[in-house]
């Protein structure tokens, strides 16, 4: 899993394999946080409770 | 100051006692399933009817299966978000919830499956990346992950969750790059839907399994996940039925319900001309060239022809044809037994890829193998159920899960 | 192919097994259950869940008496080469945790017990069931603990196992050589149990690649053949037989197939 994992070789089937699965933790993780900061960012921003281009609105 | 209620203003839920009870026995199934998993894991898989000639049997068949019907919701998010098919917006939240149940009850089976659970992790850790095994855990985790982050923000829409700004921001920001989850879920999904066929496809010492390769992918590769895109929508929309049946009020418009179904049946169709062709090919070339012939396959009592004629034109054909036709589709009997037929069909062939295979004999001076679950093998089967039921009650009852549902049924 | 690897050190061992000689006593399971610590049931009736590294099992042509004939077949793991011989073995190659392996020096397929996380892929992937799941702890009646063979470590509950060729017999025999300052290892320093137990030699065993070793010509024999060898699994054991149903039942033919002619065709390739 981890280049630092003994069984490990920089062999192309362990390049493609764990290339495309870090590819995908990789744009999980980046959207998480992107997703998790922008809401800090918001509700810093003084927005409190809703969004001006959140359709749900509920208050 | 007042309370801000669970439920969500303008729908209308069953009251407390109702639901309390309902829960109640549905959780007494779940303990049951519970109890016989803590029995596998305490005292071993002894407690199964699995053997050294059924090393996969109910559970990964269960495993597979849940998997190709959790698959509406990496095809529905595909249209929705990718292709860009608005109406379907009406649905995907189900998709997600029913594909998070379906994942979440993979990953849990497989954990009660595996002969050491504590050394689970090693798949990850020690990965054999040329192992379809290692494919299907690797992918599958990823993607319950995604699946995870698709339901999040449907559950942040709660209406005392909505309340804290954090979570109502957060909850609107993850919409706001679901496309980018959504497309990554795509192609996770595609990955493993293909390595759960590839699983029985490359068995070389299979002559059942074993199919020819594109590139280093079995035939049934493809055919699982194309299978999995056909079906998987099928079982969305059937559970939809069974939830208004339930709850007794319209909770998707017909003709959300109509697109999917239609985009189902070219999906089903194509597939099983395609299944059909891979099964000729295996039939009259690769099958010989092992030894033998199809109907060697078939020999049995249990295991007769019948069943490929159930999979490829009871289950394929003609629910294929009739979710291609308009009349079909429009037609609530017709439409309901296609998607019936479909669900089954999808769960018949992941039947066969397991089960099937342990019991055909390789040898010749061997004789069928045969196998019936352990009563633990079951419970721990129908536990997902179970669970599943609890989830799309909290889910229901809690969650804006039907964006339709008040247009359709105003409250007076 | 073959003649070039009789000179490089890469070795692969190997195991022809004459079924004209073998009588079905049993003797090679009892003396591999006591080698390599296999534990067993109390009640062994039901065999789909028995362990045993060697199964003898019993072949009949179906024929009634006066023709009726019986074959006593001994199968322990092959230790597959896999398709084009590159050691990808249907086990080792869908082992997601590199559990088993396929180990280039010898030729053998490894099993290691403790990273074995018990999926039962292997087995699934196995057509000659060589591979047996440990469904319980291993109990050890009375004072039998005692006894165990230090060399090979007992298995625990949850993983998969199967016949190693005696590796660690190997492992002493090569220590032994080093002590001694050689490389090279005779042919009678690295046996496995059951070809020193079979009371009428019909285990042969050897490395296939050595000239000098029996099974490199025992291999070659008219008589010989292997099991399943249509799947190309590409076993290292080798059966001899003189009875063409002996040999029609180790593998799967159509109808109009007779099973010279099959072979020939894979070898040609």
């Given amino acids: 899993m981890f280049p630092f994992c003994f069984e490990w070789s920089w062999d192309i089937s362990h390049l493609v394999f764990m290339g495309g699965l870090w590819y995908a933790l990789s744009i999980i993780g980046a959207g998480m946080t992107f997703a998790i900061v922008k809401s800090l960012f918001d509700i810093s921003g003084g927005h409190g409770g809703h969004d001006d281009n959140h359709d749900h609105s509920h208050h | ?412 | 192919m073959k003649e070039q690897n009789s000179h490089t050190n890469a070795k692969r061992y190997g195991m022809v097994i004459d079924l004209d000689k073998c009588t079905g006593c049993g003797a090679c399971m009892v003396a591999c259950y006591s080698e390599n610590n296999v534990p067993f049931k109390t009640d062994e009736t039901n065999k789909l869940d028995s362990i045993n590294w060697i199964r003898v099992y019993k072949l009949t042509n179906n024929k009634p008496y006066p023709d009726t004939e019986i074959c006593y077949l001994p199968m322990p793991c092959m230790q597959c080469d896999g398709i084009g011989k590159h050691g990808h073995s249907p086990c080792v190659s869908v082992c997601p945790a590199v559990a088993t392996d396929y180990d280039y020096d010898t030729g053998i397929v490894s099993q290691i017990y403790t990273r074995c996380f018990g999926c039962r892929y292997c087995m699934a992937a196995c057509p000659y069931h060589a591979r047996k799941f440990n469904w319980w702890d291993p109990k050890w009646p009375a004072d039998t603990e005692k006894y165990l063979s230090p060399n090979v470590s007992p298995r625990m509950r949850g993983v998969v196992e199967k016949c190693s060729f005696c590796f660690h017999r190997y492992q002493l025999a090569r220590e032994k050589a080093y002590l001694e300052k050689r490389q090279k290892l005779e042919e009678q320093e690295y046996q496995t149990a059951c070809t020193q137990a079979c009371p009428v030699g019909a285990i042969t065993f050897g490395d296939l690649n050595n000239k000098d070793h029996a099974v490199y010509k025992l291999k070659n024999d008219p008589r010989a053949f292997r099991l399943l060898e249509r799947l190309q699994t590409n076993p290292k054991v080798y059966y001899l037989t003189s009875k063409n149903w002996v040999r029609r039942a180790g593998d799967n033919y159509l109808a109009h197939e007779e099973p010279g002619n099959i072979t020939k065709v894979k070898e040609h390739h």
């Fill in chain 2, 1 to 412: 100051m007042n309370e801000t209620p669970l439920i969500h203003a303008g729908v209308k839920r069953c009251s407390k006692w109702q639901f309390s009870l309902w829960m109640a026995g549905v959780t007494a199934v779940l303990l049951w399933g519970v109890y016989a998993m803590f029995l596998c894991w305490f005292k071993g898989l002894n407690q199964t009817n699995m053997n050294d000639a059924y090393g996969f049997a109910l559970w990964i068949w269960a495993d597979l299966a849940v998997i190709a019907l959790g698959g509406g919701a990496f095809f529905s998010g595909f249209l929705t978000y990718i292709v860009g098919k608005d109406e379907l917006k009406n649905i995907i939240n189900y998709a997600v919830i029913i594909g998070f149940i379906c994942y979440s009850s993979a990953l849990l089976i497989l954990a009660i499956d595996i002969g050491q659970p504590l050394r689970g992790w090693f798949i990850f850790w020690h990965a054999n990346v040329h192992s379809m095994l290692t494919e299907v855990a690797f992918c599958l985790s990823c993607y319950f992950a995604v699946l995870t982050i698709e339901f999040i923000p449907l559950i942040l829409e709660n209406p005392k969750l909505e309340r804290k700004p954090f979570l109502h921001h957060l909850s609107h920001n993850m919409h706001g790059i679901m496309a980018i989850f959504a497309a990554t879920g795509v192609f996770l999904s595609f990955f493993h839907q293909g390595s759960l066929g590839g699983v029985a496809g490359v068995l070389f010492g299979r002559p059942f399994a074993y199919r020819e390769h594109i590139f280093i992918w079995p035939f049934t590769f493809f055919l699982f996940t194309w299978s999995a895109a056909a079906c998987g929508p099928c079982f969305t929309i059937l559970v939809t039925k069974i939830t208004e049946k339930i709850t007794r009020k319209k909770l998707v418009k017909d003709n959300v319900i109509h697109l999917l179904a239609k985009i189902s049946g070219w999906m089903l169709l194509t597939y099983i001309i395609a299944k059909t062709a891979d099964t000729l090919y295996w039939a009259m070339v690769t099958a010989p060239n092992a030894g033998f012939t199809l109907m060697d396959f078939y020999a049995s009592p249990t295991y007769n022809i019948g069943l490929l004629f159930a999979e490829i034109v009871l289950c394929g054909f003609i629910p294929g044809l009739i979710l291609i036709t308009k009349r079909g589709r429009e037609n609530a009997f017709l439409l309901n037994t296609a998607i019936v037929l479909a669900v089954i069909g999808v769960s018949l062939n992941r039947w066969v890829m397991v089960l099937q295979v342990m019991a055909v004999p390789v040898f010749s001076f061997n004789d069928w193998y045969t196998y019936l679950p352990s009563w633990q093998e079951v419970a721990t089967t129908v536990l997902p159920v179970a669970y599943g039921l609890i989830v799309i009650s909290l889910a229901h009852r809690y969650l804006p899960v039907f964006p339709q549902e008040k247009e359709l049924n105003p409250v007076k």
